[in-house]
């Protein structure tokens, strides 16, 4: 427990001032390590973000350099009804046809007559048009048996429409095609099955059909009507969905190529994830100049200054991305190595190349990508990425002197307990010798009084 404070009692003396400078003194070398712990933190941060810099980096290397991305294409119609989505596996082409036929679900109404076999006690059955049977409890009324359809697996929603003094189901197929027509029964699926349960007659406002389309139509005996339940053909072109909104009875042309615009997007995403990796070593490693209180020039290192491991990563990545596929410069493809190691895209040069030669782009691109990659996760792997061993191992040191701060904290308090107890005691001791001092003076005065 600290001792209490007695400043200059007997001796005068402001022995908290002389204390607290003396544990400043003391202090020095916690406060050495209190400085270190938190330059070491900065580093740590900046690594971190450094490597997530360059776990992105890897991601968009890997891309440019697999094959399947330089696939890309995309598909444009001459009528605006007319969409389609391609993938990896879609080729270029183009393809004539017209729109014949929209799909649709089926919507029936029930009649009038029939409400009182619609609600109440008893069961009716969906009979879906591949035979499936859903039996569904009626309700107490009309809309609380639409509910319970609704609600069952029929695939088919219900509502109650009152017309004046009526009042009829209106039921809807929720998927179009004619694969998805329906039928009602009043009885159990048992019942329907024995041929035993009622059909309900309902009254079709729209049947349930598929969407048509015709491929080459006008060609004699080459046209071919092709059906979808949707308004969607996934099957006509191999990695290509058509989706059609409108009948068109104009032929409209369907063209698939090859996506331009993904491939600069490709390259030029590259390069600039390259960019902001390497700027941020950079700007990391600068030196920083400022003028000390008694005039000297201080010139300062950056985060990385002392880095090497961050040093290599740099030199790794620059050569990685400017050296030659095959004896072709990454410049002639729109790869720019400028002097100071930097990297720019030059698209100019990248959509001429393109136009010239493809799979001349491709390889230089996916090449020198690929390198990058393999750079970028040796840096950046989760287990034992160089980066990442370097952030382990510097959170290992700030644990480290966090532990011999903790440390220092208890010797310092015990330090100033000492401090505080000796001069405790001085002051005690000086009072007893002021009491000492002040009976000698009065018994040396007795003797002269005497005398």
């Known amino acids: 427990m600290a001792a209490m404070g007695i400043d200059g009692l007997v001796s005068g003396l402001d022995t908290t ?14 406060t050495l390590l209190k400085t270190k712990q938190s330059e070491t933190t900065n580093l ?21 350099a697999t094959a399947s991305s330089w696939s890309a294409t995309k598909a444009t119609a001459s009528a605006s009804s007319v969409t389609a989505t391609t993938s990896t596996a879609s080729q270029p082409t183009a393809l004539s046809f017209t729109v014949d036929k929209l799909a649709s679900s089926q919507i029936s ?7 009182a076999s619609l609600t109440g006690t008893g069961t009716i059955t969906v ?64 019942q329907v099955t024995a041929g035993t349960a009622t059909k309900l007659d309902l009254d079709d406002t729209r049947t349930a059909s598929d969407a048509k389309i015709t491929l080459w139509a006008g060609t004699t005996g080459v046209e071919k009507q092709v059906s979808s339940s949707t308004n969607t053909f996934s099957d006509v072109l191999d990695g290509t969905a058509i989706t ?32 902001v990796v390497l700027s941020e070593i950079t700007s990391r490693t600068a030196t920083t100049t400022s003028t000390s209180d008694d005039g000297r020039t201080v010139i300062t290192g950056g985060l990385f200054s002392g880095e090497s491991g961050v040093r290599g990563l740099q030199q790794q990545l620059q050569s990685a991305a400017a050296y030659p596929i095959d004896g072709v410069s990454p410049s002639s493809v729109g790869f720019v ?40 996760k040796s840096a950046s792997d989760k287990v034992d990425g160089t980066l990442t061993l370097q952030i382990t191992g510097q959170q290992a040191v700030v644990k480290d002197l966090g ?22 005691a001085l002051e005690v001791s000086l009072s007893g010798l002021q009491s000492q001092s002040s009976w000698l003076a009065g018994q040396l005065a007795s003797l002269s009084s005497s005398s």
Not at 110 to 115: G, S
Not at 345 to 370: N, Y
């Open 127 to 190: 009979k879906a048009k591949d035979g499936t049977l859903t039996e569904i409890t009626l309700g107490a009324d009309a809309a609380a048996t639409a509910r319970a359809i609704s609600s069952s697996k029929a695939g088919v929603s219900a509502v109650a429409v009152k017309v004046g003094a009526d009042t009829r189901l209106q039921l809807t197929g929720t998927t179009s095609g004619e694969e998805h027509s329906f039928e009602i029964y009043q009885g159990t699926a048992a």
């Open 44 to 64: 740590v941060t900046a690594l971190q973000s450094l490597n997530t810099k360059v776990s992105s980096l890897f991601d968009a290397a890997t891309k440019a």
């Open 403 to 424: 532990a011999q701060i903790e440390n220092w904290d208890v010797r310092l308090a015990q330090r100033r307990e000492g401090l505080q107890a000796t001069y405790s």
């Open 109 to 115: 109404l029930t009649r009038p007559a029939d409400l």
């Open 17 to 30: 001032s002389l204390i607290n400078q003396l544990m400043q003194v003391e202090s020095a070398p916690q």
């Open 244 to 275: 059609v909104s409108a009948v068109e009875t104009t032929p409209v042309t369907l063209t698939v190529k090859r996506d331009d615009a993904a491939l600069q997007s490709l390259a030029s995403g590259l390069v600039g994830s390259l960019g």
């Open 337 to 376: 190595v400028g002097k100071d190691g930097t990297f720019t895209f030059d698209q100019a040069k990248f959509t001429e190349a393109l136009a010239a030669d493809p799979e001349k782009v491709q390889k230089v691109i996916s090449g020198l990508a690929q390198r990058v990659a393999d750079v970028a």
